[in-house]
């Protein structure tokens, strides 16, 4: 069982990203899946999630900016992020809501000011 998450990256304060999450060795179909991020020194937060019918849910700090979307077919799950923040720079980690998926690696986001 393994989630890989991409498609981070250095983005000037306004840019956008977009990230993909791709799992192996399980299925997201019947899971409510989410993007969390940890910034340098903080704990871990969540900004997003989507049910297996795509209902949404976004933090406050990212409602209006983010996107979060879902394959079941290919088994992922992305995060579009526009209009993006200093603030918004963190690792982002995709896993299932209720955190019972071992963790991926995460992928870098830096947003320079």
């Known amino acids: 069982v393994q989630l890989v998450e991409s498609g981070g990256g250095l983005v000037q304060a306004g840019g956008s990203l977009r990230l993909s999450c791709a799992g192996s060795g399980i299925s997201f179909s019947m899971k409510t899946m989410a993007w969390y991020r940890q910034a340098l020194g903080k704990q871990r937060e969540r900004v997003a999630t989507i049910t297996g019918l795509g209902t949404t849910n976004y933090a406050d700090f990212v409602k209006g900016r983010f996107t979060i979307s879902r394959d079941n077919a290919k088994n992922t799950v992305d995060l579009q992020m526009n209009s993006l923040k200093p603030e918004d720079t963190a690792v982002y980690y995709c896993?299932?809501?209720?955190?019972?998926?071992?963790w991926g690696q995460g992928t870098q986001v830096t947003v320079s000011s």
């Open positions: 896993n299932a809501l209720r955190g019972d998926i071992p």
